[in-house]
């Protein structure tokens, strides 16, 4: 089985960074998606961003510009660098890896950012 453990969460000023990690552990395969979702209280769980195992990387019109996903597969883990954080980017942010007929949730982390 797999387990997704994000950290980096807190809470920061606007205009602020922030960097999540997502680390996986398990049975990891190599050819995999990792996807950043986020849920803000009241509101659906959106997605964010991914990046596949090749580093192919998408963004939502939201983040795209101001986010920036990475992976480092000799670890397995995740990272997304936001950058001129906003208070709309306040939300839990949870991992997800889809691999195989296989997807896994992380806990979430959250981020708190003032104005």
């Known amino acids: 089985q797999v387990q997704l453990v994000e950290s980096g969460g807190g809470l920061v000023q606007a205009g602020g960074s922030l960097r999540l990690s997502c680390a996986a552990s398990?049975?990891?395969?190599?050819?995999?998606?990792m996807r950043w979702y986020r849920q803000a209280p009241g509101k659906q769980r959106e997605y964010v961003a991914a990046i596949t195992s090749g580093g192919i990387t998408d963004y939502a019109a939201s983040v795209e510009g101001r986010f920036t996903i990475s992976r480092d597969t000799a670890i397995n883990t995740m990272y997304l660098q936001m950058n001129s954080l906003k208070p709309e980017d306040a939300a839990v942010y949870y991992c997800r890896l889809l691999q195989s007929q296989y997807a896994y949730w992380g806990q979430g982390t959250q981020v708190t950012v003032s104005s």
């Open positions: 398990g049975s990891i395969f190599s050819d995999n998606i």
